[in-house]
Structures are given as structure tokens and as C-alpha cells.
């Protein structure tokens, strides 16, 4: 379940006009308190003349004069309602005035003191009370900011700009998670299980001059327990461990994310030795951007400081950095290169085995009836994740109370996996029969041309476990990285494979019904046939001439056309053509083999994984031993 932040959204949304709105009405209100007049009827302007003519009419009731300017203020009445006006007097003409005026005794008549505030008020006014007031504002300002901070990072201090934030969990206080409590991700668990082991007993790795790998990536789909595994190695391992969010180096400010990096590692270098663990690295591990710049310096600021934090402590020392990322192909290449993360260890969908495995943990916190077919509702959940499993358990217990009952049936789980699957089908991978079996056919199909060309194990492992990069299924081909050097004819081959999935597809299902499925086998095939002739001068027609040129190498590998116009059109016929009679090829090897192709796909729907032994197996008639399930 998703936990609400609650920082008032009304306060962090005001923008600064508000401020200025706010700042307005009180200089408003301090004008009208220091100059009230301005509020005042407004005075009337008259000549000398009129004045005098109007003492003489007994229009006049006060007479003021204000020394400064000179002026008389006086209150008139004309047209029966009385009025202030102001006048200015006649140079030397004051003697015969106050004369005249006396002549009225109903006329009040004074020189006035300036109605001027006191010298040490109007200083108050004018220039302490703008300097109280902006004061003021500034501090409710920085007050607001560092509240916010303080949701930022939690535990934080207000204004600890640069602090990591980071959790420490030490070596005694638990997680409450072990490697136990994590089904089915058995190759990940081995892989972390070393590192702990390394940490906690250095010698018997150093005596043979191994190192302590410095990274360690976890990468896989969501919820398949990347986050669950670092938190197992913080229970089992005895040394401190620190846990942080990528998200939470992101900061508003350029070089905050940065001071904060170096804040973590230089905690991690004096509890040495520790682990780090940066969960969904990719908030900051996100590729550099190639065009353009100052884009976004901030967050290179803080990738540009991870990495030369990575680089400046010795793995002797013993701090490992453990990060999960469910986006790897986003991170940036200097990340992932050897001496940072050093390792990288996929967390994939579970296979049948392991959704059993995982059902089974999660059920220990419930109580089950002890005749639930376990594998049954690992079989039906094909495609779901670790987390989806975990809430299937969860919703049978809700059932089940929900019907009045102490203990969780069959039915409970069953209908269960139903509303957990069908309301997550959309979002997540999860496969119909009938689309497996496609799958399976289409994957053969690849497996078996392959072998069929080489007549050697073609594949290390085939499954039909989707995988989230859109791809429904997948056959890992013989490590390809093991040589670098690719003959002509091995690159047509690698066509002709890649042709496979659709020509089983064809041939099977008929070729109206084939699928979307080979979209990424036709892109790559493509690729490789283009590039057999633009880059590789693998033809007779253009011989050794690059017709492509390569831009940035090291990001990214985007290629650009470097010839003339109908040469372009005539490499495309030639990409054509190659891939064509790559795709006969495919055709004709998996028309002679169709009775493989069919029994190799049962073996596969049934399976889901089957690794490359077993195919050969069952490819040469030998008959497996894993054959029972
Ligand atoms: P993510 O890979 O996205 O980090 P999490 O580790 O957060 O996934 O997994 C979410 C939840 O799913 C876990 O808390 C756990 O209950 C459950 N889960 C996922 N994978 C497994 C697994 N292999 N074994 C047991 N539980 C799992
Ligand atoms: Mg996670
Ligand atoms: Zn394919």
C-alpha cells in the first residue's frame, strides 16, 4: 500500500504573487494610518480673493495656517455644506488679514503646529517598520522551506542542506528480513550471499588475490523482490548498513545532491566495513545527456560525484555499494562499467518454481488448510511477480474472513488469483493459454533453427516467462560476448535465427494469424543485415567501403548514412534481400523438422524455463529426466 505524504499542498503551492498581494495591502494600510488625509474628502483649491470675499460672506468657520507652506487650510461653507479648502495667502498680506479676521469673531482662526508625525516616529515609520515587516516575511519563508526540507529527507534536521538522510540500520538492529523469507531468486541469493560471506571474513578471499567486487546491481521488473534481497543483506549481514533512495539526492539547489553523495560515502568510509544501498538508482543514474547542455546540471552534478566517489575508495577497505534499478538500460554507461557496479544480478520473473516457492513463503503467515494444491495456483499465476503473489495470499485471507472462516481454502485462493490477476492484467505481462502457447512455438522456432544450423547446443536457457521489456519470451543464445569476431556466415545464421520465431509462427498457425511478436526479431535482423553491408563490407556490390560512420561510440552507438542517395536505396534492397532468404532459410529447416517443433513447444508450454541441456535432450531423442512435473 501506497503511503500518503501529508505536507499541506495549499501552503507549498502559493506562489509568489501571493507574497506580493499580501506585501501591498500593508503598505496600503500603513499609508492610510501615516497620511489619513489621502482618505479624507479632498480639499478644494481657491484663489486669495475668494478666500477674503468669503470671511467677508461669514462663509468661514476655522482658519489654520500651516507655517511650511504657507498655505491656510480653512472649513468653508458654501451652498449650505461645509467643505475644506486651501488657499495660499498673499505675500505681506499677513497684518491686514488677522486684522480682518478678528473683525469675525465667530472665525477660529490658529497658526498650525505641521500636523507632522515626531522626527523619531516618522523614522520609525519610514524605515524601521519596511525593515521589521520584510523581516518578518523572510522568516515565515525560510520557516516554510524548511519545513519542506524536513519532508524531503525524514529525521532530518530543518536546514541540513547536504546531510544524505541516508537509514542506518547497524549490525544489530534487524530488518526483520532474511534470505528465508526471499523465494525462488536462488541465483541472486547466491550471488549476495558471497558478498555478505566476503565482508565478514575478508582472508579467505584475499589469500587467493580475488577482490571484493565495489557494486553490486540488482536489476529486474518491479516487484520481483529487489528491494525485499537488500533488506535480506541487511538482516543477515553483520555490519552496518546504510539504505537510501536515488530519488532522495535530487534536490532543488545545484550541488546539494552532490554534497550529499559525498556526506553518504564518507559516513560508509568510517563505518568500514558496511554497505551502501541505493534503491531505484536510476533517479540519478539516468544517462548523460550527448546534445545539448547545462539540460540538467544538477542531476549530472550528482551522477558526476557518485562516480568519483565510486572510483576513490579502495574495495580493501570493505564497503560495497548495492543498488536496484528496475530501468537499467536508462543508466548511464560509466555506471555499470567494470570497477563500480562490477556486478549486475538479474531478479527476473518467477518460473513456476518459483511462484510455488514464493506462494508457500507468504502463506506461512496465514493460516492455509492443509489441502491446498500449491502447484496448481503456481501454474495458474504464470507472469506474475513476486509482490502480486504476496497480495494474492493476502486477498484469500481477506476472503476467508470476509466469509467468517478461521482458515484459507483452495476456492479462497483461486478466486483470489483471478481478481488479483485480471485487475492487474492490463498493467502487468500476464499470458492467456493461448498466447503461450504461441510463445512457445515462437521461441522453439528461434531454438531450433539455431541448432539445426550449428548441430551444437544453441541456447543456454528458453522461457516463456514474459519479460517487461515487452518481449513475451526469450531464448538466451550462446554467450555471443565469449568471441568478438563474427564471420559472414555466422552473421547470417544469426539472421536466419532471428527469423525463426515468426517462420514457426507461419508455418503453425498459418500466416494470417502470425503475431506482433517478432517485432524486436525483425529490428535486430535488420540491423545486422544492414550492417553486414554498410560497416562490415561483407558484399560484393560495395566491397570495403563504410557507408555508415558511427557517432558516439561509447553512448548510445547511433549510426548515420554516409553516402549518396541511390546508393541508400540499394543497400535497403540489399537489407531486403538478405533477410528474405534469411527467412527462407529459417522456413525450409523448421519444415523438415515439424514434428520436433511440436514436440519441443509441448515440452516448453509445460515447463516454461527449459534450459539448453534439456532441449538437446529431447532435440536427439534422449529422453529427459526432468520429463515428470
Ligand atoms: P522490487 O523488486 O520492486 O523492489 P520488492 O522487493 O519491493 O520489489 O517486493 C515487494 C513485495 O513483494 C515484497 O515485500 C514481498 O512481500 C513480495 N516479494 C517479491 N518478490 C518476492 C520473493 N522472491 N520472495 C518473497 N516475497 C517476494
Ligand atoms: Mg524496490
Ligand atoms: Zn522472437
Not at 338 to 350: A, K, M, N, S, Y
Amino acid at each position: 500500500m501506497q503511503e500518503v505524504k501529508n505536507d499541506n499542498p495549499s501552503l507549498s503551492k502559493r506562489p509568489f504573487i501571493f507574497y506580493a498581494v499580501i506585501s501591498f495591502i500593508v503598505i496600503m494600510l500603513l499609508n492610510a494610518l501615516v497620511f489619513p488625509s489621502m482618505l479624507k474628502r479632498s480639499v478644494i483649491e481657491v484663489g486669495y480673493d475668494k478666500f477674503l470675499e468669503m470671511i467677508d460672506n461669514d462663509e468661514v468657520k476655522e482658519v489654520s495656517y500651516d507655517e511650511s507652506s504657507g498655505q491656510f487650510i480653512f472649513i468653508g461653507e458654501s451652498d449650505k455644506y461645509p467643505a475644506i479648502y486651501k488657499t495660499v495667502i498673499w505675500p505681506d498680506d499677513g497684518e491686514r488679514l488677522l486684522q480682518q479676521l478678528r473683525e469675525h469673531p465667530d472665525i477660529e482662526f490658529r497658526a498650525e503646529i505641521p500636523t507632522q508625525a515626531s522626527p523619531l516616529l516618522s523614522f520609525i515609520l519610514t524605515w524601521i517598520l519596511p525593515i521589521l515587516f520584510f523581516f518578518i516575511i523572510g522568516e515565515v519563508f525560510y520557516k516554510w522551506m524548511g519545513k519542506k526540507m524536513k519532508n524531503q529527507l525524514p529525521g532530518g534536521n530543518a536546514m541540513s542542506f547536504g546531510k544524505s538522510g541516508a537509514k542506518i540500520y547497524v549490525a544489530d538492529s534487524k530488518t526483520g528480513v532474511t534470505f528465508s523469507d526471499v523465494a525462488g531468486q536462488d541465483e541472486a541469493k547466491d550471488s549476495l550471499i558471497e558478498v555478505v560471506d566476503f565482508l565478514h571474513s575478508p582472508e579467505k578471499y584475499t589469500s587467493v588475490g580475488a577482490k571484493l567486487p565495489k557494486g553490486v546491481l540488482l536489476v529486474g521488473p518491479p516487484g520481483t523482490g529487489k528491494t525485499l534481497l537488500a533488506k535480506a543483506v541487511a538482516g543477515e549481514a553483520q555490519v552496518p548498513f546504510f539504505s537510501i533512495s536515488g530519488s532522495e539526492f535530487v534536490e532543488m539547489f545545484i550541488g546539494m545532491g552532490a554534497a550529499k553523495v559525498r556526506d553518504l560515502f564518507k559516513q560508509a568510509n568510517e563505518k568500514a566495513p558496511c554497505i551502501v544501498f541505493i534503491d531505484e538508482i536510476d533517479a540519478i543514474g539516468q544517462k548523460r545527456n550527448t546534445i545539448g547542455t547545462g539540460s540538467n546540471d544538477e542531476r549530472e552534478q550528482t551522477l558526476n560525484q557518485l562516480l568519483a566517489e565510486m572510483d576513490g575508495f579502495d574495495g580493501q577497505k570493505g564497503v560495497v555499494i548495492l543498488a536496484a534499478t528496475n530501468r537499467p538500460e536508462s543508466l548511464d554507461p560509466a555506471l555499470l562499467r567494470p570497477g563500480r557496479f562490477d556486478r549486475r544480478i538479474p531478479v527476473e520473473l518467477p518460473d513456476l518454481a518459483g511462484r510455488k516457492a514464493i506462494l508457500k513463503v507468504h502463506a506461512k503467515k496465514i493460516p492455509a488448510a492443509d489441502n491446498v494444491d500449491w502447484d496448481v495456483l503456481a501454474r495458474a499465476t504464470s507472469g506474475a511477480s513476486g509482490a502480486e503473489l504476496a497480495n494474492i495470499i493476502n486477498e484469500a485471507a481477506l476472503r476467508a474472513v470476509r466469509e467468517g472462516r478461521k482458515i484459507v481454502l483452495q476456492e479462497d485462493l483461486e478466486e483470489s488469483i483471478e481478481t488479483v490477476i485480471a485487475g492487474a492484467q492490463r498493467k502487468s505481462a500476464v499470458i492467456s493459454e493461448k498466447e503461450k502457447k504461441i510463445v512457445a512455438y515462437h521461441e522453439i522456432g528461434h531454438a531450433l533453427v539455431a541448432a539445426m544450423q550449428t548441430h551444437s547446443a544453441p541456447v543456454t536457457k528458453i522461457t516463456i516467462i514474459p519479460r517487461t521489456s515487452g518481449a513475451l519470451g526469450y531464448t538466451m543464445q550462446v554467450d555471443e560476448g565469449e568471441h568478438m569476431l563474427m564471420s559472414k556466415n555466422e552473421i547470417l545464421n544469426k539472421i536466419a535465427t532471428l527469423t525463426g520465431g515468426r517462420s514457426a509462427e507461419e508455418i503453425v498457425f498459418g500466416e494470417d494469424n502470425i503475431t506482433t511478436g517478432a517485432s524486436n526479431d525483425i529490428e535486430q535482423a535488420t540491423k545486422l543485415a544492414r550492417a553486414m553491408i554498410t560497416r562490415y563490407g561483407m558484399t560484393d556490390e560495395f566491397g570495403m567501403v563504410a557507408l555508415e560512420t558511427t557517432q558516439n561510440q561509447y553512448l548510445g552507438g547511433d549510426t548515420s548514412l554516409a553516402c549518396a542517395a541511390d546508393t541508400a536505396s540499394k543497400i535497403d534492397e540489399r537489407v531486403i534481400e538478405t533477410v528474405k532468404n534469411a527467412h527462407d532459410k529459417a522456413l525450409k529447416i523448421l519444415r523438415e523438422n515439424e514434428d520436433k517443433l511440436h514436440k519441443l513447444s509441448a515440452y516448453l508450454l509445460k515447463k516454461e524455463t527449459i534450459t539448453g541441456k534439456e532441449f538437446m535432450d529431447l532435440l536427439e531423442g534422449r529422453e529427459s529426466d526432468t520429463d515428470t512435473l
